[in-house]
């Protein structure tokens, strides 16, 4: 069973900064091979940010440059770094398993830009 837990969401301003976390635990392959997800009201989960297999990052297009993916191996646990936030990043914030989402959701942290 692998928990995830999401957090560190909250209401930011246009051009402001938030830093999500997610902790995994449980019988998580690994965390070198998870990503970001968000969910924006009426809108499909999509993959914002992630780990490749072979140790770099990718990024969806409407975050590359504002956006960085970062981990804890020690912790178990991956990071959001999120600058210049635009009313368009609002949305829910999950973490899961790439390239296919394989473990059970978590609660998922909320993010919202507006003024």
């Known amino acids: 069973q692998v928990q995830l837990v999401e957090s560190g969401g909250g209401l930011v301003q246009p051009g402001g900064s938030l830093r999500l976390s997610c902790a995994a635990s449980?019988?998580?392959?690994?965390?070198?091979?998870m990503g970001w997800y968000r969910q924006a009201p009426g809108k499909q989960r999509e993959l914002v940010a992630r780990f490749t297999s072979g140790g770099t990052t990718n990024y969806a297009d409407s975050v590359k440059g504002r956006f960085t993916i970062s981990r804890d191996n020690a912790k178990n646990t991956i990071y959001l770094q999120m600058n210049s936030l635009k009313s368009e990043d609002t949305a829910v914030y999950y973490c899961?398993?790439?390239?296919?989402?394989?473990?059970?959701w978590g609660q998922g942290t909320q993010v919202t830009v507006s003024s």
């Open positions: 899961n398993a790439v390239p296919l989402a394989v473990y059970s």
């Open positions: 449980g019988s998580i392959f690994s965390i070198n091979i």
